[in-house]
């Protein structure tokens, strides 16, 4: 089941069943299920928060993923997303903030789903699985 929640933020995702049908299907896709998948949608400071007790990082950042999939066939985990980022990597990149959420969301799955984006290699998979599953929006 995935679940979409707001931590400190009046922010409301709005396109939740559509997006919930189109997760769906892109863990389908790639072999696997959804389990408990939360996507929880927070500010920078929040996130950043996360970042620095969890990760050890003192940057800002999009998203980040924690992974609590106990069996290969079933993903489950939190994804946090600051919708201030990725308002602002909206702007960056030309995109509307439609687009740039669900490349986030997806982006998170796919690290669920086991795909790394450390080095440029795995980077460059992890675009060309993006933008293949946006296609199915």
């Known amino acids: 089941m995935i679940r979409f929640h ?13 997006t919930r049908r189109w997760l769906n299907t892109c863990i389908k896709n790639e072999g696997r299920k959804p389990g408990e998948i939360n996507i929880i949608f927070c ?9 620095k007790e969890f990760l050890g990082k003192n940057d800002l950042t999009d998203i980040i993923t924690f992974d609590f999939s106990e069996n290969e066939k079933i993903i489950s985990g939190d994804l946090y ?3 201030e980022r990725v308002r602002a990597n909206a702007k960056e990149f030309n ?34 699985k993006e933008d293949d599953l946006l296609s199915l929006l």
């Open 6 to 18: 707001a931590i400190e933020s009046a922010f409301d995702f709005k396109n939740r069943m559509a």
């Open 43 to 51: 500010d920078d400071e929040y996130l950043l928060k996360i970042n």
């Open 81 to 83: 997303i600051s919708f």
């Open 95 to 128: 995109v509307t903030f439609s687009e740039e959420i669900c490349r986030v969301m997806v982006h998170g799955v796919l690290h669920l789903l086991g795909y790394g984006d450390k080095k440029k290699e795995e980077k460059q998979v992890m675009r060309q």
